[in-house]
């Protein structure tokens, strides 16, 4: 049995998708619903159970020595939440538990870790796990400071007689892809600009605040969500490799590029405007990322990550424009 919490979300739902056309059978998501859209994310999926996230640890202990892998990728993952206690419980004591439960009963645990751990890259975006280069970083919201705290915790318990059989945190960097409808202003700059341009408005980027960058030039790792699924089912392919992994395309573009990519797979002449990036997050905004992807590489894994123009096509024409926009 393989359980996956946030299941129901953005990279959770594509994780199941794939899992479900691989074979896998006894599939269990726990996640909420809500009162949006979300549940046309797990629509097309026929799953074992699905267990709202307060049941999840007597789901757990009910079926102990059943439980083969725990994929987590459920968290509070908006950048710009701001309850830092709520934001505790479910980023850092919540997979806390769920660590010491596998370590427990024998069971893997891959999780989501993310990008937004690195703050503005003044120290780079290397992978390592060294306590000194954790200690380092300096996220720029309670979101990334909670994921840097729990692989920090990792650091700690991997040292420790008792750990899951296998184990891997993945930094998720600029994610896009089918399923993430339900994230609203969170959700990539992809189904943003596509959406203004299917409406006949021009796309809109926001214009740079730093003279070494010119509009719409902000650089970031953007990565589709099939290629982070394909890395997490070789972990599963994989039960030897344990570690923290970068989980990016290792290759920066800019946000223009982005906009030009929707519109020529749209087959449309760009049209952008420029607008003043909001105060409230001018400050905190980066400016620069791209994943370092030797580690994971090392690793073992050698497929080619799909390039921007190729990835962002596939998402416009086979999701965007498609009469069904869910995988």
Not at 221 to 238: P, Q, T
Not at 249 to 261: C, P
Not at 271 to 286: L, N, S, V, W
Not at 304 to 325: I, N
Request: charge should be negative.
């Amino acid at each position: 049995m393989i359980v996956v919490t946030g299941g129901a979300g953005f990279i959770g739902s594509n994780l199941v998708a794939a899992l479900e056309a691989a074979g896998q059978r006894d599939l269990v998501v726990c996640d909420r619903l809500g009162q949006d859209d979300k549940w046309r994310n797990i629509a097309k999926r026929d799953l074992a159970d699905l267990i709202a996230p307060e049941a999840l640890f007597d789901f757990l202990e009910a079926r102990k020595g059943t439980i083969e892998t725990i994929f987590h990728m459920g968290a509070i993952s908006a950048t710009t939440a701001t309850d830092a206690d709520l934001i505790v419980s479910a980023n850092i004591d919540l997979p806390q538990r769920l660590w010491h439960w596998c370590a427990a009963n024998g069971a893997r645990l891959i999780y989501a870790s993310s990008a937004a751990t690195y703050g503005d890259g003044a120290q780079g975006f290397s992978d390592s796990m060294n306590a000194a280069d954790l200690a380092a970083l300096r996220p720029l919201n309670a979101y990334g400071w909670s994921k840097l705290a729990f692989d920090r915790r990792v650091a700690r318990f991997v040292g420790q007689a008792a750990k899951p059989p296998q184990w891997a945190g993945l930094r998720f960097f600029n994610v896009y892809g089918p399923n993430e409808y339900h994230k609203g202003g969170q959700m990539s700059v992809v189904p943003q600009i596509y959406n203004r341009v299917a409406a006949g408005q021009p796309a809109r980027l926001f214009r740079s605040h730093r003279p070494d960058y010119p509009d719409g030039g902000q650089l970031r790792d953007f990565i589709a969500v099939e290629d982070c699924v394909d890395v997490m089912l070789w972990l599963h392919a994989n039960p030897t490799v344990s570690g923290l992994y970068n989980c990016g395309t290792g290759a920066s573009r800019s946000f223009h590029d982005l906009a030009n990519a929707v519109f020529r797979a749209l087959g449309q002449e760009p049209d952008i405007e420029f607008i003043d990036t909001p105060e409230a997050i001018r400050g905190k905004y980066q400016y620069f990322t791209q994943a370092d992807m030797a580690k994971l590489r090392r690793a073992g894994y050698d497929r080619q990550f799909t390039s921007l123009e190729a990835g962002v096509s596939r998402y416009v024409l086979d999701y965007l424009a498609a009469e069904d926009p869910y995988r």
